[in-house]
């Protein structure tokens, strides 16, 4: 029988002064080489962002103008950049631009998985919020797998920064995921630019979601009952009034269970005070707006 011989390919030079982040999967579904390659790639892209969201912040922080986050981050080992090892799966890439505050980021990524796989989610730093908010997503792949998480960053070929995120971490992160307090009667002026249904059964299907841009760039996660939909649908891409309770998470955008959403439309004040002098008119006759703000003002 004729042997197949795969061609080898070539392996990127990986100079020493070229710092490297190595995702390492074990245990679980890992050990035996068998991971969903779409489970995989997910969990890199919440990595991604992570690097993305804290190293914009690190960035601006430094003085740079236009932050982004990007540190030419390459992945190694083929297309997908996942490498076969025997009981785990494992990514490897490289920082290729500007390294000083990418090291920084991916330093502050680590030690703050650190800090919730030891239990000590409170210690983690200002830039720990955006791992926190990602690392539910990478907890629920990790539970469907059964896998553990290993991070780590080698500079000059040692190893400076590891951390490992498992079921002590997904434990956390599950306490964390509770709603810490809640708000009644909330209403919140933004632009809705997102609708979406990510009802896995039919209990969960009585609700559809958005998203909600406010004035000040804070990002809500709308919970609409699927019997607004049609009002609903109609006001998406536009400024809009939303009414309802409001529940605040540590890991999570804040939530709002709407009761109420209509147009935002936008204020004319000239129109707005011409009707209010209009109908008060025989109150303030010929006085002068000035006069009557200063008298209201005491």
């Known amino acids: 029988m004729p042997t197949t011989v795969q061609p080898r390919q070539r392996r990127k030079t990986i100079y020493l002064d070229t710092p490297v ?13 068998r991971l969903p390659l779409s489970h995989v790639l997910a969990t890199l892209q919440e990595l991604d962002f992570m690097i993305r969201e804290v190293g914009t912040q690190i960035q601006r922080d430094q003085g740079i103008e236009n932050a982004d986050g990007d540190f030419g981050i390459e992945l190694l080992a083929g297309a997908s950049g996942v490498a076969f090892a025997k009981g785990s799966v494992k990514a490897t890439a490289l920082i290729t631009r500007d390294t000083n505050n990418g090291i920084e980021t991916v ?30 997503r990478i907890s629920d792949i990790q539970e469907k797998d059964g896998t ?16 490992t995120f498992s079921e002590s971490g997904m434990k956390v992160i599950r306490s964390m995921s509770q ?12 632009k809705l630019r997102q609708l979406k249904d990510s009802s896995k059964d039919e209990e969960h299907s009585r609700y559809f979601w958005g998203e909600l841009l406010e004035d000040n760039g804070n990002t809500w996660r709308i919970r609409f009952k699927r019997g607004d939909m049609r009002d609903v649908l109609p006001l998406f891409s536009k400024q809009v009034v939303i009414f309802g309770d409001a529940n605040y998470f540590k890991t999570k955008n ?3 269970d709407a009761l109420t959403i209509k147009e935002d439309h936008e204020r004319d004040y000239v129109a707005a005070f ?3 002098r209009n109908t008060y008119d025989e109150v303030f006759q010929d006085r002068d707006p000035e006069e009557i703000l200063k008298e209201i003002r005491g």
Do not use: M, W
């Not at 553990?148 to 951390?163: D, M, P, V, W």
């Not at 709603?179 to 933004?190: I, K, M, P, Q, R």
């Open 148 to 163: 553990e998480l290993r991070l780590q960053l080698a500079q000059q070929g040692k190893i400076t920064s590891k951390a």
């Open 179 to 190: 709603a810490e307090f809640a708000v009644e009667s909330l209403t919140l002026y933004g």
């Open 274 to 276: 011409d009707d209010f």
């Open 21 to 33: 982040f190595t995702v390492t999967f074990k245990k679980g579904r890992a050990r035996h080489n």
């Open 254 to 256: 804040p939530r709002l």
């Open 107 to 136: 330093s502050r990524v680590i030690s703050t998985t650190d800090g919730v796989e030891k239990k000590r989610p409170g210690a983690v730093g200002e830039y720990g919020e955006y791992v926190l908010r990602r690392l539910p």
